[in-house]
């Protein structure tokens, strides 16, 4: 039991901290451009990413355990995972729609930007390659899902801050934006190894 406690917990801090999935891993940036902009829009892309990812792996895992696993079928992997990702968003989209259209027509832009992203293709892949148990599965889905969220907030915030200050002309834009990223990914370079499982 403690065992589990502690894996479990080392599945969380690894997905919040030291593999990160937009800092660290670099997988969660194909969002559309206001998220690295506007907090209120970060968290909104950043919900709609942590859903999408937490369902993709659930789908993933079971796709990978009861077909592709039972039946040798192991190479077609990632090609299975290319499907269910944007299957899963295009389902999700048009549940949204049909079911709560408020919420569709705040979050539609958000879930199709999210159909390119890597991230909930990249968490299912890396439960497989790991042979993550359900469990840990969908904590490394939830955790990596809020810390991508977290990083995406936290650098739109950042922009707001890094606009009001001067900067020289040479680094205005996108030069500066990069290197606050790499200053933020840097400060997650000490967590790294906090991974506590196998």
Known sequence: MMNTILELTGVALAALLSENLVLVSCMGIGTHRESFQDPREAIRTGLCLTLVMVLGVLGGWLLNFLVLLRFGLTYFQVLAFALLIPGLVAGLRKFFKVCIPELSRR???????????????????????????????????????????????????????VDLNRCPRAFRGVPIQLITAGLMAMALVGYYGLYLGE
């Open 107 to 161: 979050t539609d832009e958000n879930l199709a930007s999210i159909s390119t992203n890597c991230a909930a293709l990249g968490s299912a892949l890396l439960v497989a390659q790991r042979s993550y148990g359900l469990d840990s599965a969908l904590i490394f889905a939830l955790c990596g899902g809020i810390g991508a969220t977290l990083a995406l907030a936290s650098f739109a915030s950042l922009q707001k801050e």
